[in-house]
């Protein structure tokens, strides 16, 4: 019996925007008197400082990730770049008309069952950006990628089952990546269920038992 659904973020609950994104940095780095011609490749590396993550050291690190934008662009940022890099994030990447989840299908959803976040990023950033995009009441929880660990290992997730005492058959893990969000859940046992909403995410060269794919996260309604 399914009882917890734990939804990713971008491209599942709102659209990665690619052109905003990067230069949305440019409001943390204007905002601590910062060279802006950095912002966007301190975008870009921190996206790559998860390429350095292992199952042996899965957890993101906010001191680690400064050292590894320090070394590469031969700076001396301090912890407050990564704080207001964090605001940025939680506050701006909230833009309604990249939202692609509707309320009515979260209302639906919420009735039925107990619904979470987990996401490759730090957990108190995301709560907050769920906050901000007014989905709060929504989720019971969010699950980061500092405490538990990044998705593409199995290892994490069963980081969560093990904590929460669930079982992996009353789980459906939810995003759109075939890679992170639906490989390591169903070989631990759970459900999943792929976003494919460009028609871009369902990659042959990944060998997933089982899983269900979308091409509208608000489908969900209708199949759960």
Not at 52 to 80: G, Q, V
Not at 106 to 130: C, G, P, Q, T, V
Not at 165 to 181: F, H, L
Request: glycine share 4%; aromatic share 16%.
């Amino acid at each position: 019996m399914l009882k917890y659904l734990i939804f990713d973020v971008d491209n599942t609950i709102i659209r990665y925007n690619e052109d905003f994104y990067p230069q949305s940095y440019k409001i943390a780095f204007q905002k601590l008197g910062l060279d802006e011609s950095n912002a966007e490749k301190v975008f870009f590396l921190i996206n790559e400082y998860e390429s350095l993550l292992s199952e042996e050291n899965p957890c993101y690190n906010r001191e680690k990730m400064l050292d590894y934008i320090n070394n590469n662009l031969h700076t001396t940022y301090d912890m407050k770049l990564i704080d207001e890099l964090l605001y940025v994030f939680s506050h701006y990447w909230t833009r309604k008309e990249d939202i692609m989840i509707k309320k009515e299908t979260l209302d639906y959803l919420y009735k039925k069952y107990d619904l979470y976040i987990y996401s490759n990023y730090f957990a108190d950033a995301i709560e907050e950006r769920i906050k901000n995009l007014g989905f709060s009441e929504y989720f019971k929880g969010v699950f980061g990628a500092d405490i538990y660990g990044t998705k593409e290992y199995e290892s994490s997730y069963k980081k969560i089952l093990d904590e929460r005492g669930w079982k992996a058959e009353e789980c459906v893990m939810i995003g759109d990546s075939k890679k992170r969000d639906i490989l390591p859940p169903v070989n631990l046992g759970m459900k999943a269920i792929l976003v494919d909403d460009d028609g871009l995410r369902d990659n042959p060269a990944i060998h997933v038992k089982d899983y269900i794919k979308i091409n509208d996260v608000n489908d969900l309604r209708y199949i759960i």
